[in-house]
């Protein structure tokens, strides 16, 4: 089957919404614009046979976790996701109804988020499949929410529970779409990240954005089953450092008053039961980022990865 | 050099433009929408080490190659090309300076074209160098220029001249943007492609969208030096045959009314006197594509492939 063949076989099947004017099969997807008062957002991102998958992952959880991690980066905007394209590399010789349920898994998480796959190429990639997506979004100009707003005195905030995602979480997530739009309508964060290089890393990034420090609680931190489970192993790491360093999260991490977090976690419990949300620290002048622990506290090594004893 | 500090180096230098509110630097890129009227475009597309460049080509000629594809999309469109993102796929052990010079190719390119490179991604690709774009642009809502719209009667044009871009015009060529957006302004296309798969082929895909068939003139097709060149060794195409099916040229190709053709070729000598513009044949309501050569008429097989004697 050759590559104009495999597109006839996709297309008919892509999630569409009601902004395509028209989607594959021109030279490139006409849109409508979106609303006046509403930004655009733009991402892209990709996942690589052997790097971010296994040959053996199951391909709808391919198409998942590659459409997902795009999505995460919108809800980390406090944005709505909208239009998708797809890069997909495939080598010779590809298994047709593996390609056809990478993208099953694709459109099924685009048409939980009435988001629209508009196109996209095949190309050769002789050794392994990789599969990049751009995602256009938007978000009304007073709502979004950058890295770059936390303020000393903010209260730290996370969903979910963090570490061991490799054990299978990551090829699964569910992008908080959803919770970041309730987030911004009712208590909007000052400053927001998605969780994809682990809790440390992704937290400097938006401390540096911010230009402020921090302090994590270390009882505060949720872990995994998964990060608990794996600290059993001889080889693993603590639970605790499985939460700060492992990466592919793909929770909330933002910020905002101090004095909105007791009001936040009740109103939060009712609208999302099944979904932890946890105040893990606060937001310092005091540049760096350190942990509060039973033994006193501590700096966080600048790579993220903290050796506990 | 890590994944961070390769991207500290290269945002500094990333294109922009007035559109842009936030770059890369955050989870999504921040845009302003598109006027009113306006339709959003949207492309994507990838080259791979190997099948469309090779570890010897200029690096900045593979950041050219890469966003110039898709600016070409965005010209058959008739669009305005506004925003760019990129991931790149690099082996362990990546040279910084070629990345850098793949970086400098893409923005030169994107600065020619007013567009912004808003964002990127690297991810590990272990054998070898993907680069991946993802392109907004926008459209006037009275302007899109489909490939559906090809009526009988209507004259058949193509920019440029055809066949053996492999011998290294794949990766130098110009996007006709320009030429597109004049087009629309002083003699509107019923449908326009660009050519990436060869003329035969594009042209079909043409047709198809448009319900409509074709004859082109064998002696009106314009053929590059290269695929003369290339004729003359022993087991080269004919030089109509390289004109015809090569791929890669990256011109458009489109129609518009029979009684437009004297004029637009005139005013299009003025306009743009370095680009070489024809009538290569028209348009039919018997479908199917048709070559008209001294010997007669004869039809192209389905695979654009023809052989000539």
Known sequence: ???????????????TN???????????AVLKPVEPGMYL??????????????????????????????????AAMAGLPLYAVVTLGLPPNF??????????????????????????????????????IALIGKVEMDKCVHRSGAKPGDALFV???LGGSLAGRHLDFEPRVTEARWLVEHFPPHAMIDLSDGLAGDLKHLLRASGVGAELLASAIPISRAARQRAKEPSGKTALAAALTDGEDFELLFTLNGAEAVPLL???KQRFPDTHLS?????????GLRLRTK???RTLAENGYVHFA
């Open 266 to 268: 009740d109103r939060w």
């Open 18 to 28: 009601a902004g395509v004017v028209s989607g594959a099969g021109d030279d490139c």
């Open 41 to 74: 957002l733009f991402k892209t991102d990709a996942v690589v046979e052997g790097v971010h998958f296994t040959p053996d992952t199951a391909p709808e959880a391919i198409g998942h976790k590659a459409l997902g991690r795009c999505l995460s980066d919108v």
């Open 159 to 161: 969903t979910g529970r």
């Open 95 to 132: 298994e047709v109804p593996r390609v056809e349920q990478i993208y099953t898994g694709l459109n099924r998480l685009a048409r939980q988020h009435t988001v629209a796959v508009v196109g996209g190429e095949t190309v050769a990639s002789p050794e392994r499949i990789f599969l990049s």
């Open 1 to 15: 089957m050759n590559e104009f063949d495999l597109i006839q076989r996709l297309v008919p099947h892509l999630a």
């Open 295 to 297: 033994e006193g506290v």
């Open 279 to 287: 105040c893990i620290g606060k937001i310092t002048q005091i540049p």
